[in-house]
């Protein structure tokens, strides 16, 4: 899957955020970092919604662009 990520460079480094998945940040002190680090955090972001999902019924819609 591909995740729409935004970027906020500073003297610091770069947070990097999710738009599509509420709350999913992280940062690093590269850019190249900080997608490696928002790779890890969207998979277990992923995870958390997986296991909250279990017993549920879930459904999967398509969304035109």
Do not use: W
């Not at 729409?4 to 460079?9: A, I, T």
């Not at 850019?31 to 459904?59: F, G, M, P, Q």
Request: charge should be negative; aromatic fraction near 4%; include cysteine.
């Amino acid at each position: 899957m591909k995740y729409r990520v935004v970027l906020d460079g500073s003297e610091e480094g770069f947070a990097v955020s999710v738009p599509g998945l509420p709350g999913c940040h992280s940062q690093g002190a590269t850019e190249e970092e900080a997608l490696a680090n928002i790779t890890n955090a969207i998979s277990e972001y992923l995870d958390v919604v997986a296991d909250l999902s279990r017993n549920k019924t879930v459904r999967e819609v398509e969304v035109g662009a």
